[in-house]
């Protein structure tokens, strides 16, 4: 058995771009087990894939906000224990930062990553044993899998990605009505879509007989959703959810059409039809990825806004 320890910690929508690679080394090295360290807040990812055996938080956000604690230090004491409890063959630092490098220290095993051509921070790819070349022009689950396959020593098939996600028992609240989940929120304002594009994709939505759902994370998105919610009759606002109910959610939507958003991609990856816009990202590179269940596709790109008509038209073809 070949115990393996991926290191990819934040945010969701790069966590999700390395979903792929499970299956991967799944298929190629079948004797192996592979163990997952990540945040605490983004750890029901991992937790439902079923090619995850096991999964170890961090809490590094908090903890750097934190660091006169006593909590603080304990839960950096019980992530270091539970790393070293693990004899790990192969570690494999996906994140290519100082803050994820840091956790190399405590393994035991080989330690893979990006060479320092290829990393985010020059100074992480000091940590690693064996460092791999892989181009920054790709998409990030292409470089995620290739950096896997280097580590290995396979040659990908091809270049559909199964991500593997499964909820088996779908709980979508009691929500009787057909419905579609729409991804307004966005960290950064240049990411957003105009109010009055989603106006009319809602409409089109109600002429179609689907209930349109509007999860939120910050208060600006709560007072975002609560006015489309206002101007269309077939919206609902949904509670505050944590990201386990709110795959439960999506996992019985008939689309997802959303912003460059870590819940569009988990969307795609629960294998959803789903539409991507972008205005201020580029989707060539950290797009919705096709996923080999569901058609999805990518509007926009930096500076050019998706319109509402060409949104309609792409969620007529997957639906």
């Not at 004899?87 to 490098?101: E, N």
């Not at 290995?152 to 909820?167: K, N, P, T």
């Not at 439960?248 to 912003?259: F, L, R, Y």
């Not at 989707?283 to 319109?307: A, C, D, F, W």
Request: proline share 4%.
């Amino acid at each position: 058995m070949v115990r393996i320890l991926i290191i990819k910690t934040s945010s969701l929508g790069d966590i999700i771009h390395c979903l792929p690679v499970i299956n991967d080394i799944k298929y190629f090295v079948p004797e192996s087990t592979i163990d997952w360290l990540v945040e605490e807040s983004f750890a029901d990812v991992p937790r439902i894939h079923p090619g995850v055996n096991s999964v170890i938080t961090i809490s590094l956000r908090s903890w750097k906000k934190n660091l006169g604690e006593k909590s603080t230090w304990t839960g950096l004491y019980k992530a270091i224990k539970a790393i070293r409890e693990n004899h790990y063959d192969i570690i494999i630092d996906f994140q290519g930062l100082l803050k994820s490098a840091f956790f190399t220290l405590f393994t035991r095993g080989d330690i893979h990553g990006f060479d320092k051509a290829s990393i985010r921070e020059t100074a992480a790819s000091y940590f690693y044993k064996h460092t791999h070349t892989v181009s920054k022009q790709i998409h990030a689950v292409v470089r995620n899998r290739e950096l896997a396959s280097k580590c290995f020593q396979y040659e990908l098939l091809d270049q559909s990605a199964h991500f593997g996600l499964e909820i088996h028992n779908i709980n979508n609240f009691n929500l009787s009505e057909r419905y579609v989940v729409l991804i307004h929120g966005s960290s950064k304002k240049s990411k957003q879509w105009p109010m009055e594009h989603w106006l009319k994709v809602i409409h089109f939505f109600n002429v179609l007989g689907l209930r349109v759902l509007l999860p939120w994370g910050s208060l600006d998105e709560y007072h975002f959703s609560k006015a489309l919610r206002k101007a269309s009759s077939n919206s609902l606002v949904l509670p505050k959810m944590n990201i386990s109910n709110l795959a439960n959610i999506i996992s019985g939507a008939k689309c997802v059409i959303g912003v460059d958003s870590g819940l569009t991609h988990l969307g795609n990856a629960l294998g959803i039809p789903t539409v991507g816009l972008y205005m201020d990202s580029n989707p060539y590179l950290n797009g919705v990825y096709p996923n080999i269940k569901v058609p999805s596709v990518n509007l926009g790109e930096i500076g050019m806004i998706p319109t509402p008509e060409s949104t309609i038209s792409q969620i007529e073809a997957i639906i």
